[in-house]
């Protein structure tokens, strides 16, 4: 029988600092780690511009979901278009990974819960619930209403709106 593996992996492109963010994210998201380290050998220096011998690419897991980053230079940026939601439980948790990766961020990019980190990645932190607070059409516009007045999520005013 054959293990089991990971169909599909967020694979992250950083210019040269994978190692940096990689060691940020781990150290925000409890049940993290860092596996696997590679490193640009001759060949693949040559083939990428990259530095002989400096790391290539590193996998990693945030609170045991797989990712991959790679340092491959300048040639791509990342964008709100793609976007890793944290779905969060309470305000604690919500306040949590908001304070941590804003510090350092965009500002200007913080709006309705989503925010851009320091290496320029999109996140979006919301409650876990939610869907459940705009499930119902009678409360649906009230509740976003509020989100779109907020940076970060408030998650008892989002209640009290659903709950008019």
């Known amino acids: 029988m054959t293990a089991r593996f990971q169909r599909i992996t967020p694979f992250l492109w950083f210019n040269d600092n ?5 060691g940020f994210y781990v150290s925000v ?27 290539m690419t590193i996998a990693f897991e945030l609170d045991g979901q797989p990712f991959t980053a790679i340092n491959g230079g300048p040639h791509f940026r990342f964008n709100e278009a793609v976007s890793f939601v944290i779905n969060c439980e309470t305000q604690d948790e919500i306040d949590y990974y908001w304070n941590k990766l804003t510090e350092g961020g965009d ?29 119902n059409p009678a409360t649906t516009a009230a509740v976003m209403k509020e989100v779109l007045k907020m940076k970060k999520i408030d998650l008892a005013t989002l209640r009290r709106a659903a709950a008019a």
């Open 18 to 22: 994978a190692e940096d963010a990689v």
């Open 29 to 55: 998201f409890r049940n993290s780690r860092i596996g696997q380290v590679t490193h640009y050998t001759k060949e693949s220096s040559n083939a990428s511009g990259q530095t002989e011998g400096s790391v």
């Open 107 to 135: 500002p200007k990019s913080q709006v309705c819960g989503w925010l851009k980190d320091k290496y320029g990645l999109s996140w979006q932190v919301t409650p876990a619930d939610l869907g459940d607070l705009m499930r």
